[in-house]
């Protein structure tokens, strides 16, 4: 399996080596307000279909022995699913399409790994062809952070949720709101915590840091400092909801929060961000602003998670930090002098590369 995880980064710097020989991969599309050069989406979907291979055979990782058991003992017929989601007292949507899955399509469990794996990886490919100005170095970024193996092949329900919220990107950037928001209902319903994206839609609007991104960091710098009374609020508010036992669960768990050093890295495009806000502004790129703002947002939660708790705060940033894959390839080639971007490039994979080495040896020393 440790071979698995480096043959997928492997397989990805292939495919950005065979990119740049065949110009005829990509076409000129319309990209928000401009067209631009981007993959074609069989192009695009191609580089994704070892990852989405891998989440379906893989092992015993993180949570997977507890999703075959629920899919194991969901109904085998249509007749059978209304008992069972009487039973069902969150997350109905996740539980009820996964129902419809065993009942109607298959009852082999890494075919139903595969199918969420397609969905998953799907949407993430299509939105990184289109908005990303680098396709393959954006995948290169989600492999190397290992958010692969934390989400797609751990935090499956939340990821879920996380991909519906994600392909609505282009609806934003199109002001559809109505219809995001009937989205970002539907993703709720896979998992809860997709409504914590609801309040940034409207925040991430506009230009990048404006008044709203830098109130919020300004709340997030308080939380950060009165990290204690925040934990006390946070469990009275969530005392009436199937989420009442979070704070005691994290306590009880001596869950200690995020480690600085992913925290780090994922503050790094909202660092960028700040060092070129200038060309931002002047670029005025509609993906880039809400990238950044995203991208911010991203980072005030794991600061925040980073001195509460890991393990479920930890878990709330998902729904920002894909667009930082967007923005960082963004910041390198456009802030930068040419030389120097070419440097950083070298220095930003072999960073990732170090980064993605820590977490396999952590993750294989936990198994």
Known sequence: M?????????????????????????????????????????????????????TTVRGEVGDTGSYVMMFEDMPNTLHDIGSYMSSVSKDWGFYFCSALIHSLITQNVKIYFCILAILQGGILALVYRKYSTRYVLSMFLFL??????????????????????????????????????????????????????????????????????????????LLVVFAGQFTGILDVFLQDTSYKNVVSDWKMLEDDGTNPLRVAVYAMPAVLSVIGIRQIREADDPVINLCTNMSVAATGFYLISM??????????????????????????????????????????????????????????AGN
């Open 2 to 54: 440790k071979l698995s995880y480096w043959g997928i980064l492997v397989w990805m710097l292939f495919f950005g080596g065979l990119s740049v020989k065949m110009e005829g991969m990509k076409r000129t599309v319309r990209v928000a307000d401009r067209y631009a050069l981007r993959y074609h989406p069989v192009w695009a979907l191609a580089a994704v279909l070892p990852l989405i291979w891998m």
């Open 144 to 221: 190397a952070s290992t958010d692969y193996i934390s989400w797609m092949f751990n935090g499956i329900r939340q990821f879920t949720a996380v991909a519906i919220t994600f392909a609505c990107m282009g609806l934003l950037l199109r002001r559809r709101y109505i219809v995001v928001i009937l989205l970002v209902l539907l993703a709720a319903a896979f998992h809860g915590s997709a409504l914590l994206v609801l309040p940034f839609l409207f925040l991430a609007q506009g230009k990048a840091w404006n008044r709203k991104t830098i109130f919020f960091m300004a709340v997030v710098m």
């Open 307 to 364: 001195f509460t708790s890991g393990i479920f705060i930890g878990r709330l940033p998902v729904y920002f930090s894909l667009y930082s894959y967007i923005l960082l390839p963004w910041e390198i080639e456009h802030i930068f002098s040419e030389k120097s971007a070419k440097l950083l490039y070298v220095c930003l994979i072999v960073g990732y590369l170090g980064f993605y080495a820590y977490s396999i040896r952590m993750l294989t």
